[in-house]
Structures are given as structure tokens and as C-alpha cells.
């Protein structure tokens, strides 16, 4: 069992920047691949990014290449997302996601656990 716990979110103008953190506990963080995924109201859930468990690969979708940027620290069991030159249209929950696994995964049926979320809102 993989706990995860998301913070950073919150309110930012666009054109700025916040990071998101999660935290990992239950299961060796480095045999994770972890991902992030987001979701507004009324919509899927939507795939953001992704790192393998290394942290030597990353995959992103195609809205947010450029300006997101994953990364992780093994040693404190943390998966990061840097949002930067945000938009309106990036606001939603965001949703730190971990499976067993070494490889990046850009699914959201891929992935075993799952946090809570941290709210993103992005004013105009």
C-alpha cells in the first residue's frame, strides 16, 4: 500500500508559477513511477506528466510541454511538478498518482494509488 499526499497548490495569477509536492510513504519510492494527472469539474480526468522511477524518463501532454516540468528526490520520497506560465485553462484538483513499475505510464487505469489532490486556480 503507497500513501501520497499533495501540497502546493493554491491561487496565482497567470503567468506565474507554483510548484506541487507529493509525498510518498507505504512502499520504496524509487520502485515507483509516479505521475501527475488533473481534473476540473465536470470533466475526465486528465493526464499532465510523468517520471519512471529513476527519474531518467518523463513524458508529457502535449498542453502543458514547455512549461511543466516533473522531477523527484528519491531520498525524500517526493515527486515534484513545476508549473510555470500558467493559464487559465491549467486551473483544476491536481492528482499525484504511483504505480509499481520502472517505466513512464500515461493512463490514469495504470495507476494503483492515488492522493487527494491539491486545488490549482489560475486568475485572469
Known amino acids: 500500500q503507497v500513501q501520497l499526499v499533495e501540497s502546493g497548490g493554491g491561487l496565482v495569477q497567470a503567468g506565474g508559477s507554483l510548484r506541487l509536492s507529493c509525498t510518498a510513504s507505504g512502499r520504496t519510492f524509487s520502485s515507483l513511477t509516479m505521475g501527475w494527472f488533473r481534473q476540473t469539474p465536470g470533466q475526465e480526468r486528465e493526464f499532465v506528466a510523468t517520471i519512471s522511477w529513476r527519474g531518467l524518463s518523463t513524458y508529457y501532454a502535449d498542453s502543458v510541454k514547455g512549461r511543466f516540468v516533473i522531477s523527484r528526490d528519491n531520498a525524500k520520497n517526493t515527486v515534484y511538478l513545476q508549473l510555470n506560465s500558467l493559464k487559465p485553462e491549467d486551473e483544476a484538483v491536481y492528482y499525484c498518482?504511483?504505480?509499481?513499475?520502472?517505466?513512464?505510464?500515461?493512463?490514469?487505469?495504470?495507476?494503483?494509488?492515488w492522493g487527494q489532490g491539491t486545488q490549482v486556480t489560475v486568475s485572469s
Open positions: 498518482a504511483a504505480k509499481s513499475s520502472s517505466g513512464t505510464l500515461s493512463y490514469d487505469r495504470d495507476y494503483d494509488y
